[in-house]
């Protein structure tokens, strides 16, 4: 079990890692295009080599004097790629490296990118003195984090550029539910963060600085959704408080600034059961609280919780007969506040000044942070006017960001077996049977492969509680079984003490976040082996050909993981396969049978779904990077 970095060490390795994924960016793009020359002098090689490549670089830096008066070589340039806090603030290294994978890819780097890279690199080197300060003022605070495992690099414990979200933790089908005790993050005692609490209701947020709830004792509930969370009494506040990872609101466009608001009617803001309720500003209410307890947490929703916390905003209108109410004129219908079309375009307006926590993915990666935003609703994939001649969709307008901050909900029909997962992290869908009896399994009856599927192809899945059901636990048993990774209730109190005491233990694993892996030049995830000699097979599959094995037990690399057939080692049973190169160099599946305090039938701990893809827009389906 890792112990959770300190704050200050925290933004050290957030800092140092946000600079190497952008040195990795271009690392990866001259592979893609550069082409490997000698150094003058040398021989040709006896055979190809790799543009890009760790050596290749160290070439390019020593030949071209890119580093004068220093003999950089391949470990150099591994540990500033890596992220090692050390050498990553070293401003003549970073810089180096950057012009070297430019040289490679023929292409220009001007001295304004290096002055960019220098000022980042010289805040990393800030960083680390105040947080040695920091140590020494508090002696028990938790130090740095020390990778295990031989193959590990130096500071590759907190990677930014990721496609992380939470697994599963699936009960087999027909077995008893793994239930166990939870226990609260370890806190740094003489490192507790304070925070501060406003007294106002939440009927007069402004856009002051918002309020930011303790966190102490809080432990993330992974499969815990807080739908209709803006009609709770703390919207945001109370769902943190509990521990849930993700959370659901409403809003519309009124006055030109988006409110909470299920929907409106004779101009008043009604929630779903059609009370009125006040229509509160969404900025204060979410984006400002969620960067505040960022702030506040070092860089994260919850210490030491390295995976995005999910925030559903649900586009809405006004609605007649025919859909949402819009003018009969295309032109002024572009324009309209109840168009939603414009309310996601106001959305994405709003994200901008809270970029830097927010999970996106650029053209190059993936790349991490502490917030995730998902629009949802049922006019995603309806067409509205975009302009006097023109038509979209939400879903079109958000494909067409350069680089995607504002992600797209999916549904079993559109996007269950497509590789999008890049737009279409999450998919969505309603309990078949509303409310489900003792005995009854609507979900796993009609939908268990529909969630395998979306599950294989790199999505998540989240069941929405559209009825107020008087046996809650019956349904939320049937999604659990069914695998479903997000379970939705606005009863976040009961859902909360319902998840704390029956969805507690996964596949194992300890699973580290993606990070780049400096000695197979690939991002993945290492995670926990029990022993060595694991079997690695062609397929997710036990009666497939074995390929190789995994020589060593403990820290191991992986890039995904998926279900597939059930597999059986001493008394412990999984259908969860995790993808990998033996250690002959064959790629292939290692069960989860094998994996450290596994639990019957779930995935691995913070394991991804599908096989992390440094390429947006190619197949994610698990082939060597």
Known sequence: MREPLSPWWAEVQDAAQ?????????????ARVGVYTAPPGSPPPRRRRQPGSLRHLAEVIRTHRLAPGRSVDKDDVAAVLAGDPHRIADPVLVVAVARASHLIAGEPFGDAGADRLVVASTHVSSLA????????????????????GNDRIAGDA???IIDAHFTTRRPGRGRALIAGALSALVLAGAAAVLVLRRDEPDDRLTSAEPVVATVAGVTPLEHGHAQNDHLNARPLLDALD????????????????????HRLVDGACRDSRGTTITARPFEPAYLQRFSARVKANGGRVYPGFHQPVLLFVGIGCAEGPAGCTLPPDPAAAATDPNNPLVVVKKLMSALAPYRDMLYHVDRTARRWGPVQIVVTGSHNDDRFPVSAGGYDTVRGILQQQSDIYTFLDGSFDVDG?????????????????????????????RHWDDIVTAQSTGHHVRLRDVADCPDRGSSWTDALYAG????????????????AGTAVGGGGGDCAVPSWIATARLYGQYCTLVAGKAPVMSRPDPASARVGTLAHGGANWFLGQQPGKPHTRDES???????????????????LTYFTNGVLDQSADGLQYACYDVRPGEPDNCHAI
Request: with cysteine; aromatic share 10%.
């Open 417 to 445: 077996d497509q590789y999008n997962a890049d737009l279409v992290p999450v998919i969505s869908f309603e309990n078949p049977a509303g409310c489900a009896k003792a005995d009854e399994t609507p979900v796993q009856t």
């Open 573 to 591: 049973t999984n259908f969860w396969w995790a993808y990998t190169r033996a250690s002959n160099g064959r790629w292939g599946w290692v069960s």
């Open 484 to 499: 479903v990774d997000y379970i939705g209730s606005d009863h976040v109190a009961m859902l909360g003490e319902w998840i």
């Open 242 to 261: 509990r521990g849930f990872t993700s959370v659901g609101t409403d809003v519309l466009l009124r006055d030109d600034t988006l409110v909470l608001c």
């Open 129 to 148: 003195d105040a947080a040695r300060e920091a140590d020494g003022n508090a002696p028990r605070a938790v130090p740095a984090l020390r990778p295990a």
């Open 18 to 30: 946000l600079l190497a994924s952008q040195l990795n960016a271009y690392v990866t793009h001259a």
């Open 158 to 160: 907190g990677p930014i």
